[in-house]
């Protein structure tokens, strides 16, 4: 792999970038949402999924983002707080802008999904004057999230913290993170998409988030490994493609190419996999395992995840983790 290093002299381990949201869990499994009757709240959003699940990792974790002024918006800051989170970057939006809320219905273990409430979110009006170039540059490394380049003025700032980033060798980290309430067209998708790609030292997303960053480049394109040699020319070091079911991939610019199989998980729903994968891939990088050992370590908290109710109450640590692939593996045996 070419040279990918984590400066130690920096403070802060990341700074995820973007949403931070509540999550309403229905409580009784196995039946539509409208037939649910009470849920548990938690703090949700891809973003800050990855930092809680860094931060219980033992990482230095920051985060520029924006919450509601009320009960829901500290409501998120008090669990950060809580999760040792550094919470100097995030604004407490003065406009009027609410929380975004995600119901999510668990019809049964394999059929899933999320009812998503976004009307002048908080988390969509972060702006380019929050994101401050003395506190990008404590940071190894910042995490754009891809759901906060769909509008302004959010997508400014984030491009505004990858200047910031480049201009100080912090490494910028893409989470693809596609949503498709949050865009207009999937040619405004393309365009923000690839110009973050194009910034970026690492990026993670599945194979249909990969295709829809490249639909204007090559709409055709669908094989991961021109993909991944389609970023190292601009300034990748690491591409991710993430298929599901069926594993993900790990590809280096020095040419390497690292094929995870998925865990065996006892399957409850079908989000939230792909932070704790993000985050535990991440933590284990920064701790400097080799590439392939720390995806698969990425693969095996994205199995706990899919197993459990919430998303960020069930960010394992470390030692749960290893307990975990330990287990697994015995039983492979």
Same mark, same amino acid.
């Given at each position: 792999?070419?040279?990918?290093?984590?400066?130690?002299?920096?403070?802060?381990?990341?700074?995820?970038?973007?949403?931070?949201?509540?999550?309403?869990?229905?409580?009784?499994?196995?039946?539509?949402?409208?037939?649910?009757?009470?849920?548990?709240?938690?703090?949700?959003?891809?973003?800050?999924?990855?930092?809680?699940?860094?931060?219980?990792?033992?990482?230095?974790?920051?985060?520029?983002?924006?919450?509601?002024?009320?009960?829901?918006?500290?409501?998120?800051?008090?669990?950060?707080?809580?999760?040792?989170?550094?919470?100097?970057?995030?604004?407490?939006?003065?406009?009027?802008?609410?929380?975004?809320?995600?119901?999510?219905?668990?019809?049964?273990?394999?059929?899933?999904?999320?009812?998503?409430?976004?009307?002048?979110?908080?988390?969509?009006?972060?702006?380019?004057?929050?994101?401050?170039?003395?506190?990008?540059?404590?940071?190894?490394?910042?995490?754009?999230?891809?759901?906060?380049?769909?509008?302004?003025?959010?997508?400014?700032?984030?491009?505004?913290?990858?200047?910031?980033?480049?201009?100080?060798?912090?490494?910028?980290?893409?989470?693809?993170?596609?949503?498709?309430?949050?865009?207009?067209?999937?040619?405004?998708?393309?365009?923000?998409?690839?110009?973050?790609?194009?910034?970026?030292?690492?990026?993670?997303?599945?194979?249909?988030?990969? !295709?829809?960053? /490249? %639909?204007? &480049?090559? $709409?055709?394109?669908?094989?991961?490994?021109?993909?991944?040699?389609?970023?190292? @020319? #601009?300034?990748?070091?690491?591409?991710?493609?993430?298929?599901?079911?069926?594993?993900?991939?790990?590809?280096?610019? !020095?040419?390497? /190419? %690292?094929? &995870?199989? $998925?865990?065996?998980?006892?399957?409850?729903?079908?989000?939230?996999?792909?932070? @704790? #994968?993000?985050?535990?891939?991440?933590?284990?990088?920064?701790?400097?395992?080799?590439?392939?050992?720390?995806?698969?370590?990425?693969?095996?908290?994205?199995?706990?995840?899919?197993?459990?109710?919430?998303?960020?109450?069930?960010?394992?640590?470390?030692?749960?983790?290893?307990?975990?692939?330990?287990?697994?593996?015995?039983?492979?045996?």
């Amino acid at each position: 792999m070419s040279k990918l290093s984590f400066s130690e002299k920096r403070t802060i381990d990341i700074i995820p970038i973007g949403r931070i949201g509540i999550d309403l869990n229905a409580n009784k499994l196995h039946r539509p949402l409208e037939e649910s009757e009470t849920f548990t709240k938690y703090v949700g959003g891809s973003p800050a999924n990855i930092a809680i699940g860094m931060a219980r990792y033992g990482r230095n974790v920051g985060f520029i983002g924006r919450v509601s002024d009320d009960q829901l918006g500290r409501f998120a800051l008090l669990y950060f707080k809580a999760e040792g989170i550094d919470t100097s970057g995030i604004t407490v939006d003065k406009t009027g802008a609410s929380m975004g809320l995600a119901f999510t219905e668990i019809k049964s273990p394999t059929e899933s999904s999320i009812l998503m409430y976004r009307d002048n979110v908080a988390d969509l009006k972060i702006d380019p004057k929050d994101v401050k170039e003395s506190y990008i540059k404590r940071a190894k490394s910042i995490l754009i999230s891809g759901t906060a380049l769909s509008q302004s003025p959010s997508r400014e700032a984030c491009f505004v913290a990858m200047e910031y980033a480049q201009k100080h060798n912090v490494i910028i980290i893409f989470d693809i993170d596609y949503r498709p309430y949050s865009w207009k067209s999937t040619q405004e998708v393309s365009v923000y998409y690839s110009m973050a790609a194009k910034m970026s030292d690492i990026i993670i997303g599945s194979r249909e988030e990969f !295709d829809l960053c /490249e %639909h204007i &480049i090559d $709409p055709n394109n669908s094989d991961d490994k021109i993909t991944a040699n389609r970023w190292f @020319a #601009y300034k990748a070091k690491i591409v991710v493609v993430k298929h599901g079911k069926e594993g993900s991939v790990g590809y280096t610019s !020095d040419g390497n /190419e %690292h094929v &995870i199989k $998925p865990f065996p998980a006892q399957l409850l729903k079908s989000f939230g996999g792909g932070d @704790a #994968y993000a985050s535990s891939f991440l933590h284990f990088l920064m701790k400097g395992l080799p590439i392939n050992e720390s995806l698969e370590r990425g693969s095996a908290a994205a199995a706990m995840l899919v197993s459990s109710h919430s998303c960020s109450d069930a960010m394992p640590t470390e030692q749960e983790l290893l307990k975990f692939i330990k287990a697994v593996k015995e039983d492979d045996v």
